[in-house]
């Protein structure tokens, strides 16, 4: 079975259409200058290819968000250096101008394939990258101006650590970015371990040694259309590893839908994601919250949405989304969800 699968994850990136875009390193406005992500001097375990990063990023359609994530990206201050991969996962246009343009400023490769979902994206991205470690954010996500440097800087005070989850954060300038905020501190708090590690992986923001990494096979499961990261995490905690917090590394999620377009985008990823949680079940691990910490989490957010800065309509956003996911994870479980 698993045979079979790497096989047909093979055959789908071999169908992919590459156009691989090394640019000069110049800064945005096409003037030649050292780049900003050359500034920090080479850390010992960067290659020869003088790369620390590969950030990997899978598209489909959302050239817009995308563009605001490459501009973070140009945007790092005094971090080491890293190539961009773009892997375009069959949108219905290829990546505009605006996108290519950013080849001004750090080594960019876009790849594009036929649709194959978020998983097939990333491990193509892997395939390709040259980094000792490998980055992966979304298109909606933007870094923080130090993200990268503190990333480094915690990969190599930690060679025990091989994964590590970056600090998400919500965009809080609009009710459906303060519900984000809201879920995603809850989360990251209620999940850290003691000793540092997380039981939580979200690839908006995730970093892995390329040496744990079977590029052939691939990390992520091509089975999984959504939630890869969830099944990820199973695979880790089954190995008795989880991610070690980068607190400094902070990644915004940005979501730039409106909150009716939020929970549409809902229901389809619960659907779909109802694959991701029979293969985690088939596993035997345990990584969703009990009932009794999810009700001890919702009073957790309820008091933390007493903040000007949340509200508490975010509370009820988020108890809403939650919700209606809970709805269509357990639909499709009685319907024998074919995905």
């Known amino acids: 079975m698993a045979a079979s699968l790497a096989s047909g994850s093979q055959r789908m990136l071999r169908a992919c259409d590459q156009v691989v875009i090394r640019g000069c390193l110049c800064n945005p406005t096409g003037r030649k200058a050292a780049p900003r992500q050359h500034n920090a001097p080479m850390g010992k375990h960067e290659t020869a290819t003088g790369l620390a990063f590969s950030v990997i990023i899978a598209v489909f359609n959302d050239w817009v968000p995308l563009d605001r994530c490459l501009r973070s990206l140009a945007e790092q201050e005094n971090a080491p250096s890293f190539e961009v991969i773009i892997v375009d996962d069959g949108s219905r246009e290829g990546a505009p101008e605006f996108i290519r343009h950013w080849i001004n400023c750090y080594a ?99 970093a892995v040694r390329r040496a744990r990494v079977n590029a052939e096979e691939g990390l992520f499961n091509p089975v999984a259309l959504r939630a890869e990261d969830s099944v990820l995490l199973a695979d880790l905690m089954q ?100 995905a």
């Open 108 to 206: 960019l490769t876009i790849v594009r394939q036929l649709h194959a979902g978020v998983s097939v994206a990333r491990n193509r991205g892997v395939q390709i990258s040259r980094a000792p470690v490998l980055v992966f954010v979304d298109a909606d996500c933007r870094l923080e101006i130090n993200c990268l440097l503190a990333l480094r800087s915690t990969v190599n005070a930690s060679p025990q650590h091989s994964y590590f989850q970056l600090h998400l954060t919500g965009d809080s300038s609009g009710r459906v970015g303060r519900a984000e905020e809201l879920r995603l501190r809850t989360l990251q708090d209620h999940m850290l371990q003691t000793d540092g590690r997380i039981r939580y992986l979200n690839t908006a923001g995730f």
């Open 239 to 338: 190995s008795g590893e989880l991610p070690f917090f980068v607190p400094d590394a902070v990644v915004q999620h940005a979501i730039p839908l409106s909150l009716m377009e939020c929970l549409r985008k809902d229901i389809r990823s619960a659907y779909l994601e109802a694959r991701a949680c029979n293969l985690i079940a088939s596993k035997g691990v345990r990584i969703r919250v009990s009932y009794r910490q999810r009700v001890h989490m919702l009073r957790t957010m309820w008091k933390i949405s007493k903040q000007r800065s949340i509200g508490r309509s975010a509370w009820f956003v988020l108890a809403a989304r939650r919700m209606l996911r809970l709805i269509i994870l357990s639909l499709a479980d009685v319907a024998g969800n074919p």
